[in-house]
C-alpha cells in the first residue's frame, strides 16, 4: 500500500510540473506562459481567463460585458469580436 501512495504522490508531482498558466497572446488566443516567473512584464497578476458574452465595444481594443466588466484585446482581436460574441479573456471590473 505504500508503494502505491509513493508512486501516486510521485505521479502527481511530475504532472503538476508540466502544466503552465494560459495567457492570451498577441492574436488573442490563449498559449502557454513562456516566461520563467510567471506573467509578463506589467502585467501583474492576470484575472482569470473566463468567457462572457460582448455587450459594448470602445475602439481602438476594449471589450466590454454586460455585468460591468471589462477586456483588452490587440486591434485585430478587436476587429473580429462581434458585439452578442462569447469571448475568453481576462475581464476584469
Known sequence: MNVTRTAGAIWLV???ACF????PGPDGLLRPDTLKGG???GRGVSAPVVSKKVAEKAAP??????DG???QVNPARFAE?????NVLC????
Open 81 to 85: 469580436v462581434k458585439i452578442g460574441d
Open 61 to 66: 481594443a476594449t471589450l466590454y460585458s454586460g
Open 90 to 93: 481576462p475581464w476584469t471590473k
Open 20 to 23: 503552465r498558466p494560459l495567457i
Open 39 to 41: 506573467n509578463p512584464p
Open 69 to 71: 466588466y471589462h477586456c
Open 14 to 16: 511530475f504532472c503538476a
